[in-house]
């Protein structure tokens, strides 16, 4: 019976082993490891030395930017061998592994973890305690996104305004009566995400083009960002608020 913790430091030598094959997509290895350990598919790890044992393996996976290599076959393998799919990083929000891979655009990261059977819609993330979906969205992972929506994420209010989704932000609007805070904000989600049809749905429910929201940037400046010319030429014909001294 194995002795191995189920923390390592990042000094320990067995992390030296698992931490690389993992991260260079090497399927022969971790294999070999977990056949012959297979509780190291539960292990945390820091993420230099000295730090506190916080991730676990499937994190390791889907750390930032993600894309590694064979990424999917990690994540099977790691969870054929009893690996939690939906694991909590130990401190801040208690980010999961969906959250990470959704953060960096990693579908196929992804679509293995909900193979896996991850949880689409668990809360924790860094922005806004949010879903997986929720840092697709502000970190404008598209991709990770639509791949979220199509397997079932439930949109919020801010999620449908930044996707474009107007019958689930029209339904949202009358379920939940938002406050004038809450429509500029799902306003500049629109903007963020480009989409012309939410952001005119949006103004027309008394939200402020002129607020200055996340990065520092308007509505307009984050529509610039995106590089939303239909967007943009929409938002320049409207009626400019007065200013106030």
């Not at 019976?1 to 971790?30: E, I, K, N």
């Not at 061998?81 to 196929?108: F, I, K, M, Q, Y």
């Amino acid at each position: 019976m194995s002795t191995w913790p189920l923390a390592l430091d990042f000094g320990d030598a067995r992390v030296g082993v698992v931490v690389p094959a993992v991260q260079s997509g090497d399927v022969v290895m971790l294999a070999g490891l977990l056949q012959a350990d297979p509780i190291l598919a539960r292990v945390r790890v820091g993420t230099r030395q000295g730090q506190k044992p916080v991730r676990t393996l499937m994190h390791v996976v889907t750390d930032w930017p993600g894309h590694l290599p064979r990424a999917a076959a990690m994540i099977g393998l790691l969870a054929e061998a009893g690996a939690d799919v939906d694991a909590r990083l130990h401190g801040g929000t208690g980010e999961t592994p969906l959250h990470w891979a959704a953060s960096s655009d990693d579908v196929p990261a992804l679509d293995a973890l909900l193979q896996a059977g991850a949880e689409i819609d668990l809360a924790g993330a860094s922005i806004a305690g949010g879903t997986a979906l929720t840092l697709a969205c502000a970190f404008a992972q598209w991709n990770a996104a639509r791949f979220l929506v199509e397997h079932g994420a439930t949109s919020g209010l801010w999620e449908a305004a930044a996707l474009g989704q107007l019958d689930r932000l029209s339904e949202l609007m009358h379920a939940e009566h938002p406050s004038p805070a809450e429509v500029t904000g799902a306003f500049w989600g629109a903007c963020h995400g480009g989409q012309i049809r939410t952001a005119e749905y949006l103004l027309s429910k008394g939200a402020d083009q002129s607020w200055v929201g996340w990065d520092g940037l308007t509505p307009r400046g984050a529509a610039e960002r995106a590089k939303a010319g239909e967007l943009l030429r929409w938002l320049a014909a409207q009626p400019q608020p007065p200013q106030t001294d």
